[in-house]
C-alpha cells in the first residue's frame, strides 16, 4: 500500500528512486482485515508456490520492499494441470485501505514452459521471457513495486499468486489495469498457487494498529 517518502527499484545496476505516495493521515483509519481476496473468487485446484527470498507468512526482507531496493523476490512453481497454456503472476495487498487492495505486480502472458522469475525478474519486461510483460501496477509503473505500507497501520499482507490458464494470451496490452487483468483471469483460471507474505511499517510507540483482525 502507498505511504512516503519514496522507495527505491532496481533496474539494470542501480537502484533509481521512484516516487511514494505521501498522503498525510487526518482521519482515523481504524478497519477490520478484509478477507483473504482468493477467497472471494470460484474455487479451482491448488499447486506448489514457493521461494528462495520469501516464506509463507514471515515478513518480507526489506530489500525487497520500496523501502529497501524494491528488487522482485524469486518465484517458482510446479504441480499445475498439464493443460496449462500460459501464466499470470501477481502480487496483491488486499489490506491497503483504498477498498480495492493495492497491485504490486502484475505479469501476464507467460509461457507454460516458465516454471520461475528469477530474482529481479520484475525490474522491467527485458527480465521476462517470450511475449510476457508487465501490466500498470498501481503506483504507475510497468514493473514491481514492492511493499510499502502506511506507518503504524499494522501487519499487511503481500499474497504473491500465479494462475494457470486455458489460454496462451489474455488478449490484453500493457494498458490495461490490474482489475481488467483479474476479471480477464478469472474465466481462463485452471489451477492457482498462492504465497502469503507480510510487511509493517511501525508507527507512533503504543499506538494501535488501524487494520483490526476479528477477534
Not at 131 to 140: E, L, Y
Amino acid at each position: 500500500g502507498p505511504r512516503g517518502p519514496g522507495g527505491g527499484r532496481r533496474v539494470g545496476g542501480a537502484v533509481v528512486l521512484i516516487p511514494v505516495l505521501e498522503v498525510p493521515v487526518s482521519v482515523n483509519l481504524a478497519r477490520p482485515r478484509p478477507p483473504f481476496p482468493y477467497d472471494l473468487l470460484p474455487p479451482v485446484p491448488a499447486f506448489e508456490l514457493a521461494s528462495a527470498d520469501l516464506s509463507e507468512g514471515a515478513p518480507v526482507p526489506e530489500r525487497f520492499t520500496a523501502l529497501g531496493q524494491g528488487v522482485s523476490p524469486e518465484l517458482h512453481w510446479s504441480g499445475f494441470p498439464g493443460r496449462t497454456r500460459s501464466f499470470a503472476v501477481t502480487c496483491l495487498d488486499p489490506d491497503a485501505p483504498t477498498g480495492s487492495g493495492w497491485w504490486h505486480w502484475v505479469v501476464v502472458d507467460l509461457a507454460p514452459s516458465t516454471t520461475c522469475l528469477a530474482q529481479g525478474a520484475g525490474a522491467s519486461d527485458l527480465g521476462l521471457e517470450g511475449a510476457a510483460f508487465h501490466v500498470r501496477g498501481d503506483n504507475g509503473e510497468h514493473a514491481y513495486f514492492g511493499p510499502c505500507p502506511p506507518a503504524g497501520d499494522g501487519v499487511h499482507r503481500y499474497v504473491f499468486a500465479v494462475s494457470a490458464l486455458d489460454v496462451e494470451s489474455l488478449g490484453l496490452d500493457e494498458d490495461a489495469t490490474p482489475a481488467a487483468v483479474g476479471f480477464t483471469v478469472v474465466h481462463h483460471c485452471i489451477a492457482r498457487a498462492t504465497l502469503t507474505a507480510t510487511f509493517e511499517v511501525q508507527g507512533v510507540d503504543g499506538a494501535a494498529p488501524f487494520l483490526r483482525d476479528a477477534q
